[in-house]
């Protein structure tokens, strides 16, 4: 369902797995971790910037914006062909036209295994730049997003894992708190706030 060659040998059962997921997506609301997130953003006196590995828009309905989707998202087609974007149907199907090229050559437009996540350089631009990198929610498995911490640390920023439980790379961090996002989230946006 998540490979380049999963979609050619079958296209049809990708798009309805996909068409399964954006329903899912549409009926699913942001929790306090993602609110608190756009609080932060709102109320931090310099910039916060979000890159998420999920692909639905919980940041967005939280109230964050410009949230940097590195795996894509669920809400968006790509022409295999010719490499337009627009928004996804309700319903993708195999035959469904590219708006650009007229091609019936539309998938979802989700990073899939094997492919390279979006905007990595201005990602690693930001990470050259950043005073704080918090990971939250992750497994610390999946690069290149694991390898963030390094970049943040060489850039001299202070690194925080929020997370239910330690992650395989939770000794790169400086400090690590663990529990539900919904608690450890909102309390440590609190204490940045505080602090500023």
Same mark, same amino acid.
């Given at each position: 369902?998540?490979?380049?060659? /999963?979609?050619?040998?079958?296209?049809?059962?990708? &798009?309805?797995? !996909?068409?399964?997921?954006?329903?899912?997506?549409?009926?699913?609301?942001?929790?306090?971790? $993602?609110?608190? #997130?756009?609080? #932060? *953003?709102?109320?931090?006196?310099?910039?916060?910037?979000?890159?998420?590995?999920?692909?639905?828009? #919980?940041?967005?309905?939280?109230?964050?914006?410009?949230?940097? $989707?590195? $795996?894509?998202? #669920?809400? @968006?087609?790509? %022409? +295999?062909? %010719?490499? $337009?974007?627009?928004?996804?149907?309700?319903?993708?199907?195999?035959?469904?036209?590219?708006?650009?090229?007229?091609?019936?050559?539309?998938?979802?437009?989700?990073?899939?295994?094997?492919?390279?996540?979006?905007?990595?350089? *201005?990602? !690693?631009? &930001?990470?050259?730049?950043?005073?704080?990198? +918090?990971?939250?929610?992750?497994? /610390?498995?999946?690069?290149?997003?694991?390898?963030?911490? &390094?970049?943040?640390?060489?850039? /001299?920023?202070?690194?925080?894992?929020?997370?239910?439980?330690? =992650?395989? @790379?939770? =000794? =790169?961090?400086?400090?690590?708190?663990?529990?539900?996002a919904t608690q450890v989230v909102p309390a440590w946006v609190d204490r940045l706030l505080d602090q500023r």
């Amino acid at each position: 369902m998540a490979t380049p060659e /999963g979609f050619a040998r079958d296209p049809a059962l990708v &798009h309805a797995f !996909y068409n399964a997921r954006r329903v899912q997506a549409a009926q699913a609301h942001p929790n306090a971790a $993602h609110r608190a #997130l756009a609080r #932060l *953003q709102r109320d931090w006196p310099g910039e916060v910037v979000i890159v998420t590995q999920n692909v639905d828009g #919980l940041h967005e309905a939280g109230g964050a914006s410009g949230v940097i $989707h590195m $795996h894509g998202t #669920l809400a @968006g087609a790509l %022409c +295999a062909a %010719c490499g $337009h974007r627009w928004p996804a149907p309700a319903e993708m199907a195999v035959d469904e036209p590219c708006p650009a090229c007229a091609g019936p050559t539309a998938r979802p437009d989700i990073v899939w295994f094997g492919e390279m996540p979006y905007f990595m350089d *201005q990602i !690693y631009g &930001h990470l050259a730049q950043a005073d704080v990198f +918090a990971a939250i929610g992750t497994s /610390g498995q999946v690069y290149p997003a694991a390898a963030f911490v &390094h970049e943040a640390t060489a850039a /001299g920023a202070r690194t925080v894992e929020l997370n239910l439980e330690p =992650s395989v @790379g939770v =000794s =790169s961090f400086d400090e690590a708190i663990f529990g539900p996002a919904t608690q450890v989230v909102p309390a440590w946006v609190d204490r940045l706030l505080d602090q500023r």
